[in-house]
């Protein structure tokens, strides 16, 4: 068995334990449900730095016969000494039996040396019952802390700090569904104060996690970037014969332009919430709006794959080789001439027939067309509106805790300003890589840029 | 092979696009794991890129790298016959002499010399960087010209003799060289150059091998021939500057003003003296070893140190590379659980009618679970509105309390319902559910029982438990399936 710090989370039956564990572990997995009794075994969470663990969160089940169990403990207590040895009899003698199935259970990781984390609803009063599970785990001997986590909207912090402070040194209010990521590592640091030997892996844990969030920002900023560049070079486009009516493909090719840049959006979005480990978030968004009078443009398509510029560069090409050959008939006396004429002269064909030649059927099959495209959007706010819409989701997504299972409602990104907070420095770097794709500089380039640009930004906003 | 070859870079480039479908959280246990093995000697981060690459996928020599640069070695092989051939049947048609008349030596000299010296500068023209190329009009559409009939392209004709797995290799490479033309756009120039002055290199070979064997085994008479106004003076200073590389050292190879005079050659004077102009051999095939084989090796080996840099940078911005730098360099931190959660018991929709109503003023034996805040027998009456023939307090305290509450509801003779008032906030747990199965037990069969969870109300007066807390009562109740209990529900609040 590992050396490394264990820590059950125990409690009565729906008091959060599960909300708490969700929240430490950044897992958004733990099943959360108003219905008691929705943990029914152990469940664990290790925490592990390359590899290696660090320190293990425990789930549990909840006291169902706390009175019961102490009752039976009671019956054969003999000093305090031996409290440890009976809570140990107790579970030998009931694991299995169904009696008392979710106490065997919850206090088999205590009696392995987990530190106990004793979970009650400060939402909620204060009640007698309670008692008989802070006094099992009490005779458990293992450092213990008592964690407040209002759930609700009642207050009854008070009442359970006084009632807590009885059974616990160590009591602390701890909003499982809010708390902030600092709040989150000031808690783990508090574990370490349990024990002494588990002061350096939790303090080594912490660390880990801090590191690890200034990555999140770097993997979020690539996300973000490679979403931006995707969608603001993204085009749909249809070839057409010379001489079809655009206007009648326009609509659909709009409908599919629109569709791409939608769901890359979305791509976006489950990008950044898995960086953050959210696997489950069910989002409410608005879709996003081209701003664009007019997205459509055209061009002429040639069979080979060959622009106007390649046929061109091979006309004249063909044309310097055969005025080449002349030049070379007559002994070079024309000084090439023959060469610079030919290119000349095979370049401007090239030029000129080009647009016939998209005209031209062989067998009936047309050598050219036109090629009617759909985008990319060349408005100059559209990558601003959909840059707002990512740093808001983000914000949304950073300050999100695992525990949380309401559905992520976004609203409209621009009553944030996020674009507008930015310093203009800032600005003027982000309209400079939009100006350089708007350019058709390459895309991989503008990536890079992106994300070193947005990095800052994203980390202060979770800062 | 060399860090950051051609062969990583197509290896590099193959494996981010299989990375590419894989989930993230594979990619980074998989990479750290291996970054954690790899850490010695891997500080420099283009090194610790290559380590992995080579550690992931171990020099193959099925891989497409590989497959790739065997295929373009085959290809470079058969562009180099060609071009000794070439350079062969061109020196042969130049250097021809079948007694009638002499080599022409300007003839050689335009071919080996202007003509090399005019195609290694459009291969310096097609070498500009990109930006220089934009600067000058017109070098645009002449660089395309260039490429498309580039000697490194015609490789490409040779790709249907190559076996199946290389020719894919190499259509791969070409398909990455395509797609991302803006990133590998300089591996792409740099290759095809490569490729021209390889060809160029065999032309000269070929060129030179032939020459020589002429001269070697046939009688050459040579004389200069033209058309033009030229002067012999005028000629010797051509062939002056021509010769000044090797002037200083080598004399033999330079022509004296002696020859140029005698070899000056008029096919309409129709004879000429082959004795003097032997010694014109030594002069050609100095020019064409230093103007035509030498440019053409030094661009070669510049254009093979050009390639290797544009491959290591395109190394670097590879999309993918920084994410996998990212996964190399940054510690693995795992937190979830490693395994699925056990489910819990089946939600199932009530099956029976558990709720019951109890009439205002009806009598009932009242039993408050685990410290509900209602005091006495008067405050209950008065909050539930409820004749409260009998009054008592379990769920607290020692278990014996419960079995004296018990025993005193065993005893009571009437038929009067118990109504257990528990905190609607709190989940029924199985020691209430113990408790109502023990009341049960004591009461009798048929005695109703009405578990009663409130809410604490304004005074004394509870209120009703709100859903979902109501529910999961109903719920726990219908699991005891015991018909004579129920879950109280207020007057007018029973469904």
Redesign the interface.
């Known amino acids: 068995m590992s050396d490394a710090p264990l820590f059950a989370v125990v409690g009565h039956p729906n008091k959060g334990k599960s909300s708490i564990v969700s929240t430490l572990a950044q897992d958004d997995s733990v099943r959360i449900a108003p219905e008691p009794g929705t943990t029914v075994t152990c469940r664990r969470y290790p925490m592990k730095l390359d590899g290696r663990v660090q320190y293990t969160l425990v789930d549990t089940p909840g006291f169902q016969r706390a009175r019961r169990a102490l009752a039976w403990m009671r019956e054969r207590e003999t000093t305090a000494a031996e409290h440890r040895a009976v809570v140990e009899a107790f579970v030998e003698a009931h694991r299995g039996t169904g009696r008392f199935d979710d106490e065997c259970e919850l206090l088999t990781p205590v009696l392995e040396g987990a530190g106990i984390l004793y979970v009650v609803d400060g939402s909620l009063p204060y009640g007698p019952e309670y008692e008989a599970e802070m006094e099992i785990l009490r005779w458990t001997g293992e450092p213990s802390m008592a964690l407040i986590n209002p759930i609700g909207g009642g207050d009854h912090i008070a009442a359970w700090r006084s009632a807590l402070e009885q059974y616990f040194k160590i009591v602390r209010v701890f909003d499982a569904l809010t708390a902030p990521f600092e709040k989150r590592l000031e808690l783990l640091r508090a574990f370490g104060q349990l024990r002494e030997a588990w002061r350096a892996p939790l303090e080594e844990a912490v660390r880990a996690l801090e590191d690890e969030r200034g990555r999140v920002h770097f993997r979020v900023a690539r996300a973000i970037a490679e979403m931006l560049v995707d969608m603001l070079t993204a085009s749909a486009s249809r070839r057409l014969e010379v001489g079809a009516n655009a206007s009648f493909y326009e609509s659909a090719l709009e409908r599919e332009y629109e569709d791409r840049l939608r769901e890359r959006e979305r791509q976006g979005r489950r990008a950044v919430e898995r960086v953050y480990g959210h696997h489950r978030i069910e989002r409410r968004e608005g879709e996003v709006e081209l701003l664009d009078q007019d997205l459509f443009s055209s061009e002429h398509w040639y069979l080979w794959g060959l622009n106007r510029r390649q046929l061109v560069a091979t006309g004249a090409a063909s044309g310097a080789v055969l005025g080449g050959a002349v030049d070379v008939g007559v002994g070079g006396t024309s000084l090439l001439l023959g060469t610079v004429l030919g290119a000349t002269v095979g370049g401007a064909t090239a030029w000129w027939s080009s647009g016939r030649l998209a005209r031209a059927r062989v067998l009936n099959l047309p050598l050219g067309g036109r090629l009617l495209r759909c985008g990319p959007s060349r408005d100059v706010n559209f990558p601003y509106v959909v840059l707002g819409r990512a740093l808001y989701h983000h914000a949304r997504i950073a300050g999100r805790t695992h525990a949380n299972r309401e559905a992520l409602a976004l609203g409209e990104a621009s009553e944030e300003n996020w674009i507008e907070r930015l310093p203009r420095e800032r600005r003027d770097a982000l309209e400079r890589v939009f100006r350089s794709l708007r350019r058709g500089d390459p895309a991989a380039v503008a990536i890079e840029t992106l994300t070193a640009l947005l990095e800052p930004i994203l980390a202060e906003a979770d800062g | 092979m060399k860090a950051s070859s051609l062969a990583r870079l197509v290896d590099l480039t193959a494996q981010l696009e299989e990375d590419a479908k894989r989930s993230?959280e594979f990619l980074r246990r998989r990479d750290?794991?291996l970054a954690?093995r790899l850490a010695a000697g891997a500080d420099d981060a283009e090194r610790a890129v290559v380590a992995w690459l080579d550690h992931i996928r171990p020099d193959d020599p099925e891989g497409p790298g590989e497959r790739a640069v065997r295929a373009n070695r085959v290809l470079g092989m058969g562009l180099a016959l060609v071009g000794l051939f070439l350079g062969a049947g061109t020196a042969a048609a130049l250097f021809h002499y079948d007694g009638s008349h002499p080599v022409n030596v300007v003839?050689v000299l335009?071919v080996f010399v202007?003509l090399q010296l005019a195609l290694v500068a459009v291969t310096l023209v097609a070498s500009l960087p990109e930006r220089a190329r934009a600067a000058i009009p017109g070098l645009?559409?002449?660089r395309?010209?260039?490429v498309?009939?580039s000697p490194g392209r015609w490789r490409l004709a040779g790709l249907r003799f190559l076996p199946p797995r290389q020719r894919e290799a190499t259509e791969r490479f070409r398909a990455m060289l395509e797609r991302?033309r803006?990133?590998y756009g300089e591996v792409e120039k740099w290759w095809l150059l490569a490729g021209s002055q390889w060809f160029g290199v065999s032309f000269h070979l070929g060129a030179l091998a032939m020459a020589l064997f002429l001269v070697v085994f046939t009688d050459l008479a040579f004389a200069w021939s033209t058309?033009?106004d030229l002067s012999p003076e005028a000629f010797l200073r051509v062939t002056s500057a021509l010769a000044r590389p090797w002037s200083a050292f080598w004399t033999d190879g330079v022509p004296t003003a002696a020859l140029v005079g005698e070899t000056q050659y008029f096919r309409a004077a129709g004879s000429h003296n082959a004795a003097p102009s032997a010694p014109w051999w030594r002069f050609l095939l100095a020019c064409m070893l230093v103007y035509g084989l030498a440019p053409r090796l030094a661009l070669l080996a510049f254009a093979r140190w050009r390639l290797q840099a544009a491959i290591r940078r395109a190394f670097r911005?590879?999309?993918g590379v920084?994410?996998l730098r990212?996964r190399l360099e940054?510690?693995?931190?795992?937190?979830?659980?490693?395994?699925?959660?056990?489910?819990?018991?089946p939600?199932r929709p009530v099956l029976q009618d558990v709720v019951a109503e109890i009439p205002a003023g009806a009598a009932c034996h009242v039993v408050v679970w685990?410290?509900f805040p209602l005091a006495d027998a008067e405050v209950a009456s008065r909050a539930l509105g409820l004749e409260v023939r009998s009054f008592a307090s379990a769920?607290?305290?020692?278990?014996e309390n419960d079995a004296r509450v018990l025993a005193t509801l065993a005893e009571a003779r009437d038929d009067a319902p118990v109504l257990v008032v528990a905190?609607a906030?709190?989940?029924?747990?199985?020691?209430l559910l113990?408790f109502i199965g023990e009341l049960r037990d004591a009461v009798g069969a048929e005695r109703a029982i009405v578990l009663a969870p409130l809410m604490?109300g304004e005074g004394d007066r509870p209120a009703a438990a709100s859903e979902?807390e109501a529910s999961?009562w109903r719920?726990a109740v219908d699991r005891l399936a015991d018909p004579w209990t129920s879950v109280y529900a207020p007057v007018g609040e029973g469904t």
Do not use: H, M, Y
């Open positions: 993230p750290r794991t954690t003839r335009a202007g645009g559409p002449l395309d010209a260039l498309t009939f991302q803006r990133l058309t033009l911005r590879i999309p920084a994410a990212d940054s510690r693995l931190v795992e937190t979830a659980a490693e395994t699925e959660e056990a489910s819990g018991p939600q685990s410290g769920g607290e305290g020692a278990l905190k906030w709190e989940p029924p747990v199985l020691e113990d604490a979902p999961q719920r």
